[in-house]
């Protein structure tokens, strides 16, 4: 009895190392996702201080970025593979959570455009959420967010141009 539970548990433990050998490959753009691991710094454009940090994780399936704006609360976006484009949900302060998605033209990936798809716990669209967020690609060390948000019908961008810290 006990050589069958080992060998069944041996069997079992085997099975996520054989799925993953199947795992398709990240698509370019997702690859530039991954390549920003690391602390950035940054101002906005009414020159406040910001920073950022992404860090691969979940078997490098996923992107999380803690982002600190001057004098407001935490914010976390994950961004993962989602067919041929990139998806990301965006934790709030105002706890709501947005959903927004990228699918990037062919070529060279110099810029993410994340459109609006839904949002949890957002029970109106008239109540304030980020609807878009526009990230470019400068260099390896510089990138800008545009962040769109959106209150009773209106918009208003905040854009952030970060530097990776130490560069």
């Not at 959570?97 to 990936?109: C, D, I, L, N, S």
């Not at 609006?116 to 470019?136: C, D, K, M, Y």
């Amino acid at each position: 009895m006990k050589r069958c539970a080992f060998v069944f548990l041996a069997f079992v433990s085997a099975i996520p190392v054989v799925a993953q050998s199947g795992a398709k490959p990240s698509p370019p753009a997702f690859k530039k996702m991954q390549a920003l691991a690391g602390d950035w710094e940054g101002k906005d454009a009414n020159g406040m201080p910001a920073k950022t940090n992404f860090k691969v994780v979940v078997a490098n399936t996923t992107v999380m970025e803690t982002l600190e704006m001057h004098d407001e609360p935490e914010m976390l976006t994950l961004y993962t593979v989602d067919g041929d484009g990139v998806a990301l949900v965006h934790y709030c302060p105002t706890n709501n959570q947005p959903r927004m998605r990228a699918a990037p033209t062919a070529g060279e990936v110099k810029e993410l455009d994340f459109q609006f798809t839904g949002a949890g716990n957002l029970p109106e669209a008239s109540i304030g959420h980020e609807q878009r967020l526009v990230l470019r690609f400068e260099d390896e060390n510089h990138i800008t967010e545009e962040w769109t948000w959106r209150s009773k019908g209106k918009d208003s961008v905040n854009v952030i141009n970060f530097a990776r810290s130490g560069k």
